[in-house]
């Protein structure tokens, strides 16, 4: 009889195949896996940093341009509304040349009024130029302040200054539209929407342009009508 | 008559118990990853062969350990609490792939799944009929009471550490083992050292 009992002796003759070869063999693949782990994880963070780049620079871009079109300013300033949000938030305007608590100091305030207009000044001046989107925001809110003809310059802003842009002939139509509907302005709606159909002549707006520019034309000069 | 010759032995690990001042290393930082796994890649293999029981698996798993030691491998400030991590590491890993094939034996009742078995072909060669066994019926355990007793009777861990590997209580790893060893009685016989 064996003096070991029988799980000693089996546990003494396992053995597990665990030779140099095999063990150098799994370090590699360790180190292989652990290599494309690590090309992973840094494919997975340049991804998140162009990600996060291109939503930066997308709200840098775009974004004044799509708040500003949400949310118009009602006088047809085309300013930024995080610049209309801090206005309130400055802090009252020092005085540059405040003098000192025992200089005897002036007998009114009246000083520091030109200085904070000159203060302001300056910082309307170097607004961004304003864009289409900001442009039609300001008409868009003219007119919906019950003033059209402050929309009329706006409109005419863009067809000046941007008319190879897309929205131009929708600039157009809706300059012939203020025209000839609120400013009874016929021929100069005329040839708003003339230039409307010229701008994009197979457009959208192509045929209501046609449409109101003879229309238009009926009206500024009723005798020629037959 | 020809003598029949033994075939040539396989280079082979030995388990070196934690306490035996083994290459477990000292107090301190726990070195280089390259390091860990020059030291312990072995015991690991060995751990996870005799739970397992086959040795094709051993690779895969000690990729997988060394994988998940890598990753933690800075948040571990004692090297010599490296050697009981990475068992405990090893011991999980080998937990999950018992039981998925236990889900697999469920699956295919008829399928044969011991390939390798970790027993030796030489010295002791008389005794693999009995491995096979051993394993077949372990293979029938749920893994939760399979690791323990591996543990304590093929690798003679005492009951403390078992219950450390195994990530609980001393008494809970007792009943498991109890559980475990009514059904292994009858192919090993009484355990005569433990009682």
Request: contains cysteine; hydrophobic residues 45%; charged residues 25%.
């Amino acid at each position: 009889m064996s003096p070991l009992s029988r799980r000693r002796r089996i546990a003494d003759a396992l053995e597990v195949r665990w030779t140099p070869a095999l063990a150098a063999r799994t370090q590699r693949r360790i180190g292989e896996a652990v290599a494309r782990r690590r090309r992973r994880r840094r494919a997975l963070v340049a991804g998140l940093a162009l990600l996060s780049l291109g939503g930066v620079s997308f709200a840098f871009v775009r974004g004044p341009e799509l708040f500003g079109r949400r949310s118009p300013n009602v006088t047809g300033a085309p300013s930024t509304p995080s610049r209309a949000l801090a206005a309130p938030a400055e802090p009252p305007p020092i005085p540059e040349e405040a003098p000192p608590a025992t200089v005897p100091a002036p007998p009114t305030t009246a000083p520091t009024l030109p200085k904070r207009a000159s203060h302001r000044r300056p910082a309307a001046a170097a607004q961004p130029p304003p864009s289409v989107a900001s442009l039609f925001a300001a008409a868009d809110a003219a007119r919906l302040a019950g003033q059209p003809a402050d929309a009329v310059a706006p409109l005419t802003a863009i067809l000046d200054r941007f008319p190879g842009d897309r929205r131009a002939a929708l600039a157009a139509f809706q300059l012939g539209r203020v025209l000839a509907d609120d400013l009874h302005d016929a021929a100069a709606a005329a040839r708003a929407f003339a230039r409307a159909r010229e701008i994009d002549p197979t457009g959208p707006f192509a045929g209501a342009a046609a449409a109101r520019a003879s229309e238009a034309q009926r009206n500024a000069h009723p005798q020629s009508a037959p | 008559m020809a003598a029949v010759s033994s075939p040539p032995r396989l280079e082979t690990v030995r388990l070196v118990p934690a306490g035996d001042g083994g290459p477990s290393g000292g107090a301190g930082a726990p070195g280089s990853f390259e390091e860990v796994y020059a030291r312990h890649a072995g015991y690991v293999a060995g751990l996870v062969g005799r739970v397992l029981g086959s040795n094709h698996e051993v690779p895969d798993v000690v990729q997988e350990v060394f994988l998940i030691a890598h990753r933690r491998l800075g948040g571990v400030r004692d090297s010599g609490s490296i050697r009981a991590w990475l068992g405990r590491i090893a011991v999980r890993e080998a937990g999950r792939r018992l039981r998925w094939r236990r889900v697999r034996l469920f699956l295919q009742p008829a399928r044969t799944i011991e390939a390798d078995l970790v027993a030796a072909d030489g010295r002791d060669r008389e005794l693999r009929p009995l491995c096979a066994l051993l394993y077949a019926s372990l293979d029938r355990l749920p893994a939760r009471e399979r690791v323990p007793w591996v543990l304590r009777n093929l690798m003679g861990e005492p009951l403390d550490s078992v219950a450390e590997l195994c990530g609980c209580s001393i008494a809970t790893a007792k009943r498991r083992i109890a559980v475990a060893e009514q059904v292994l009685r009858p192919i090993l016989g009484a355990d005569e050292e433990n009682e």
